[in-house]
């Protein structure tokens, strides 16, 4: 038995765009051995997945394999019939998939679903055996209850324990080689840590090898023992992790690691007696009566700063954005704007207080109408809310454009799906500014973007709010934007706030619980960071 | 949508857009076209073909050939008036369903749940024997019952443009209903909206041929496919083809129809981002 248990050599896929294939992977080389854990890392579109799904010899549809070979403990992956193949896959080479509420079959129970590959599929081993090691790993990724929580269907567990499931599963025929496709990406930090330490104890125990996708620097350093970086299909380097994080070799290396020391000088507080653009006083907001997920909800947000608010998911955060657009009346409490009460219904607002309010979200894909150009989607507000038009407003459109650093000859005449994910959320920010508010509600703007993209986002903004004096509302889960932009940070769980105040003081002892919890949970470079972190906690 | 080259269009779709193109400009000079007029007796009931009548004539000695050309105007016609008819009530109710949402759409659809559990052609059979058989009738009835399938259709391709980030934001910026439907959901909802209406304008032409067969579609003298395959009908026993043609006008519209639809289907699919 050889110490190789994977080699692609020069290999090329392409994909069909109309009759033209172009190239996704161009010309890479991938060596992996056995029981180790190679992090493949890179922005989207460098051809992550494209390469991890080529490890089990597998090209989606509307891509094709043009050259090269991939070989798996020495046998021709790309050679052998299907049926051959199949029988690899789930056995000896495993999958795990970055959204896996989407992978499980929602009217199976997650054992049965573990069980299909090693009993009917496979032949492995009897049933009653399936369940008990089923018990054993879920026990080793430490599920709740291992003994039952097979017993449940898709829907009644949590996100980071179907994440865990279906690492469950790919282990099930105990095989040599699982291709993590971003598992972690979809969960909360505070969970992610957990799923993070399960899978690497796991890997480890089982010597499995393992090719580990993420565009996350700071997770791939966690999880392997070597990083291979992606761009635009190609190589650009491949280093033992420790080496990589010490001394990158190229620029586009470094420049990933650059991201993250992006921060901004805290402005100092407001005057005491200044009037907030924003006052969010005793709000309480209900989708179903006597079931607040808003409670007793208090912050201000002054002319010229970014407030901050950050929680898990569930945490009240979009909520509260929605009790402060109106597009859900709180129950209890007031919205004020500049020291006057907001009416609460949507409906009630006038023109003038719909447009001090604006709004950019998170996915720019569903956020612009795909059948309008970008002229229609600046021009409209601009026409709406200041009535201006024909050579004004079209002056007004090229002056925004140009402000979000977009060339407008070049773009006032393309329509959304013309653009690239970081120019989408470029013309979401034009589409708020044209109604010139005094306060933007940013919901999770940079989390669909890559890191480079995004940094480039948050910067925009920030000039942005320096030249107009924008207050900002930042709900993020992410604290690396939170110490990049804001001034005031808002912590939310449950509902309520447990803890606000400057940023300086959030990001400095003492901590209430919960920030704890969360500052402790934003993975760092450092490789030893999770053995660190997750010592520390069995100890507190 | 960018420009169509004809090269990219399969055979059966030039077929259809040929074929159908020829029926519109056939109904539309029907005048010029035919060579006697649509209700003029001009011979012996049941000629044979040839000579002056080139398809015969029929039970009362009207030209064939002519009262073909204008059956395809009355036909196309009726049902084209019909379709757009029930196309407009039902993509405002559908559409309306969905951007209101609540009471409205309860209200809609159970109504709409309501006409789709009576089978549709013993309903048009009972409401045309209640209220006559006048064409505005027949074309009423008709489109009635066929909006409900399109009400359907646009209420449930509108739902999931509604859901969407731009639709709320179009919300908060306080525009109108009339804007929110126009300019941001219905060009979003167009492409399968445009399929349909070909498949529904089979359906409404297949249900009034229907209607005129049994005899309270589209009534006589009025030259129409459907009714001259009934009464021609006798004409089978004696070996003769004549009755087969106004149904093959109809199947060949079906299905050029159709095989413009399935592009045009296939299109809308491929052109999804």
């Not at chain 1, 049926?83 to 998939?97: M, S």
């Not at chain 1, 299909?233 to 586009?252: N, S, W």
């Not at chain 1, 509600?441 to 890191?451: G, R």
Request: hydrophobic letters at 45%; a negative charge.
């Amino acid at each position: 038995m050889s110490d190789t248990l994977l080699t692609i050599r020069d290999l090329r896929i392409e994909g069909r765009q109309g009759d033209i294939w172009q190239p996704i992977i161009k010309c890479v080389d991938l060596d992996l051995r056995r029981g180790e854990v190679l992090g493949l890392i890179g922005e989207s579109g460098a051809g992550k997945s494209t390469l991890g799904l080529a490890a089990m010899g597998y090209s989606r549809d509307g891509t094709r394999i043009s050259q090269g070979s991939v070989t798996f403990d020495g046998m021709d992956l790309l050679g052998m019939s299907e049926r051959r193949r199949r029988g690899l896959r789930g056995k000896r080479i495993a999958y795990v998939a970055q959204s896996a509420a989407a992978y499980f079959n929602p009217a199976h129970r997650l054992i049965d679903q573990y069980a299909e590959a090693p009993t009917s599929i496979h032949r492995l081993i009897p049933r009653g055996q399936a369940e008990q090691e089923a018990r054993e790993i879920y026990a080793q990724l430490r599920l709740p209850n291992p003994d039952e929580i097979g017993f449940r269907y898709p829907h009644q567990v949590s996100g980071g324990q179907l994440q865990r499931a279906m690492t469950a599963m790919a282990m099930s025929c105990k095989p040599d080689l699982i291709i993590f496709d971003e598992p972690t990406t979809a969960l909360d930090v505070t969970t992610q840590i957990e799923v993070l330490g399960a899978i690497r104890d796991v890997v480890r125990e089982l010597g499995t090898a393992a090719i580990y996708i993420t565009h996350d620097l700071a997770v791939v350093a966690q999880m392997a023992d070597r990083i291979k970086i992606l761009l635009r299909g190609e190589e650009v380097e491949e280093q033992p992790t420790r080496d990589m994080l010490a001394a990158p070799k190229e620029e586009y290396s470094r420049s990933l690691w650059a991201v993250r020391s992006f921060t901004s000088e805290e402005k100092s507080a407001p005057a005491s007696d200044e009037v907030p653009v924003i006052r969010v006083r005793n709000v309480t907001a209900e989708y179903v009566r006597g079931a607040p997920v808003l409670d007793d909800v208090s912050f201000d947000i002054h002319a010229g700063h970014t407030v901050a608010v950050v929680g898990e998911s569930g945490s009240g955060k979009s909520t509260t954005a929605r009790a402060i657009t109106g597009l859900l009346p709180p129950v209890a409490g007031a919205i004020e704007l500049d020291g006057a009460a907001l009416p609460a219904q949507l409906a009630a607002r006038s023109k003038d207080e719909l447009r001090q309010v604006q709004m950019i979200y998170q996915s720019a894909d569903t956020a612009l109408n795909p059948k309008q150009t970008i002229r229609e989607i600046i021009g409209r507000p601009i026409r709406f809310y200041l009535g201006l038009r024909g050579k004004a407003q079209e002056e007004k459109i090229r002056e925004l454009l140009s402000a979000i650093e977009l060339e407008p000859d070049q773009f006032i005449d393309r329509y959304p799906a013309a653009l690239s994910g970081g120019q989408k959320q470029r013309i979401g920010i034009a589409r708020a500014l044209a109604a010139e508010p005094r306060f933007i509600i940013c919901d999770e703007v940079t989390s669909a973007l890559d890191q480079l993209v995004a940094e480039g986002i948050l910067r925009l903004l920030k000039r942005l709010q320096e030249e107009r004096g924008l207050a900002y509302m930042f709900i993020t889960h992410d604290l690396a934007t939170v110490k990049a932009i804001a001034d005031y940070v808002v912590v939310m769980q449950k509902g309520r706030v447990v803890e606000q105040g400057p940023k300086g003081q959030m990001f400095s002892p003492p901590h209430h619980p919960y920030t704890k919890l969360l500052l402790s949970s934003v993975p760092e470079m450092d490789p030893d960071w999770l053995d660190t972190t997750i010592q520390d906690r069995k100890k507190g | 949508m960018t420009s169509i080259s004809l090269k990219s269009v399969p055979l059966t779709a030039l077929f259809g857009i040929v074929v159908i193109t020829g029926f519109l400009l056939t109904g539309l000079f029907a005048d010029l076209l035919a060579p006697f007029a649509e209700t003029e007796i001009v011979g012996m009931e049941f000629e044979p073909w040839g000579g002056d009548y080139l398809l015969g004539t029929d039970n009362l000695g009207r030209d064939m050939l002519s009262r073909l050309i204008f059956g395809a105007r009355n036909s196309i016609g009726i049902a084209l008036a019909t379709t757009v008819l029930a196309f407009t009530i039902g993509t405002a109710l559908g559409l309306l369903a969905s951007v209101l949402g609540g009471l409205t759409d309860q209200a809609l659809s159970r109504l709409v749940d309501m006409l789709i559990a009576i089978p549709s052609l013993v309903f048009a059979l009972l409401l045309l024997s209640i209220f006559g058989t006048s064409i505005l009738m027949l074309v009423l009835i008709i489109a009635m019952l066929e909006m409900t399938r399109v009400f359907r259709l646009s209420r449930a391709v509108a739902m999931n443009v509604v859901v969407m980030d731009y639709v709320e934001a179009v919300r908060l910026r306080g525009e109108g209903l009339g804007w929110l439907v126009r300019r941001e959901i219905l060009p979003n909802i167009m492409a399968p909206l445009v399929a349909e209406f070909g498949l529904r304008f089979c359906f409404v032409f297949l249900a009034i041929s229907a209607l005129s067969f049994l005899g309270l579609g589209i009534q006589p003298p009025t030259a129409d496919w459907g009714s001259m395959v009934r009464d021609n009908a006798a004409l089978i026993t004696f070996g003769d083809i004549t009755p087969l043609l106004p149904a093959g006008c109809i199947a060949l519209l079906t299905v050029s129809i159709n095989f413009v639809v399935d592009w045009m289907l296939h299109r809308a699919s491929g052109l999804k981002d």
